[in-house]
């Protein structure tokens, strides 16, 4: 029963290893910014139409070319509506129990409907995962700038495309809310329902804030309060930069993560990164005071980098690094992820990859996965 128990414990951590959210490293190698390929300005789920065609034709080995007709495929339904998903399934391999297993893992429905041209109301659900999300985007401030209500995400750091990150919703705290979290809150399905302005800095930066409550918590948890600033400049047409920092506050209790009722917690962090050629460097890192417990620190830290070896195939390595009380130095978790990612057709991409585990304890959990994307 133990064994069965672990097992349980690895498949629920690892089925979300590829989320909904958007690949930084893409942004930093082409120099552009979030919303060039999205539809949300933050970035991540749904594909705008430059977004579906940079996967159809961009990202894979092969590609659709002329006189094909897939060049005559597309996302819209009609002038005024896009439709887009994802779905994911894995084999997966634990050193722990020595198993294997298959697992499905996302099967998320995108739609958005754009009722003017500046106005936008879209939504998705995830229905293996029951995660959804849903708002209007209204690009009606300066310069493009936006307000957002409804239900989101909030903006906070790197939002990286594998939530397992200690930056993002880590291993297990958004699993089981008596134990300890192995990671910050941002599991997949952790949105609030609120407001969040966002303002255009010029054609290189964005800064956003965001207040809302946390879903399925109504009357029962103070608002989340969210800031967050990033620039991104191109040197050259050759070197792009990315940098910034956020901030948020919140109060317990919050559904994927154990904090008490009532208490009080502050995240703060920076994140940076590069992008030159076919190389591109990613990292962040983020404090969390209050999070485990009263007047105590948690930290997160994040490296990626990533080369492209040639068009379809991208080599990925990992760091993560988290420590639950950053006074005590007998319980921490660090990790490296090994990989690739493969696009051998359009709207297909291979994940085979591998996990080294170092914690401590000590615990013998390296992991590793091949995973199927089809969006």
Not at 76 to 81: C, M, V
């Amino acid at each position: 029963m133990k064994n069965i128990n672990y097992f349980f414990i690895i498949l629920t951590v690892l089925f979300i290893t590829k989320g909904m959210s958007a690949l930084p490293r893409y942004a930093l190698r082409m120099g552009a910014q979030c919303i060039d390929c999205h539809v949300n300005p933050t970035g991540g789920e749904m594909r705008n139409s430059g977004g579906w065609h940079y996967g159809m034709r961009s990202l894979p080995l092969v590609s659709p070319r002329e006189g094909d007709n897939a060049l005559n495929m597309s996302n819209e339904i009609g002038k005024n509506i896009d439709i887009g998903f994802d779905y994911r399934t894995q084999y997966l391999y634990s050193q722990e129990l020595q198993k294997t297993t298959f697992q499905k893992m996302q099967g998320a429905v995108y739609v958005n409907a754009k009722i003017m041209d500046s106005i936008d109301i879209y939504a998705n659900y995830d229905f293996i995962n029951a995660f959804w999300e849903g708002y209007i985007v209204a690009h009606i401030l300066p310069n493009s700038s936006y307000i957002k209500v409804g239900t989101f995400t909030p903006d906070f750091g790197v939002m990286l495309d594998d939530h397992t990150a200690y930056t993002r919703g880590g291993d297990l705290g958004y699993l089981f809310p008596g134990s300890r979290p192995q990671g910050l809150i941002f599991a997949p399905g952790y949105n609030v329902s609120g407001v969040e302005a966002g303002y255009n800095i010029s054609d290189f930066g964005l800064f956003t804030a965001s207040v809302g409550s946390p879903v399925s918590l109504n009357f029962n948890s103070d608002p989340a309060y969210t800031t967050s600033i990033k620039f991104s400049p191109v040197i050259a047409n050759t070197l792009a930069l990315m940098f910034g920092a956020s901030y948020m506050t919140f109060t317990g209790p919050l559904q994927y993560s154990y904090v008490p009722s009532g208490q009080k917690v502050y995240m703060y962090g920076g994140f940076a990164g590069f992008g030159i050629s076919n190389f591109t460097l990613i990292g962040e890192y983020d404090i969390a005071q209050d999070y485990i417990q009263q007047g105590t620190k948690s930290s997160a830290l994040m490296v990626e980098a990533s080369y492209l070896l040639f068009k379809g195939l991208e080599a990925i390595l990992r760091y993560d690094h988290y420590q639950p009380i950053t006074s005590n130095n007998d319980e921490k978790l660090s990790r490296i992820v090994a990989g690739f990612s493969f696009y051998p057709y359009s709207f297909v991409e291979v994940i085979p990859q591998y996990r080294f585990q170092f914690d401590t304890p000590t615990v013998k959990d390296n992991a590793a996965l091949l995973q199927f994307h089809f969006y």
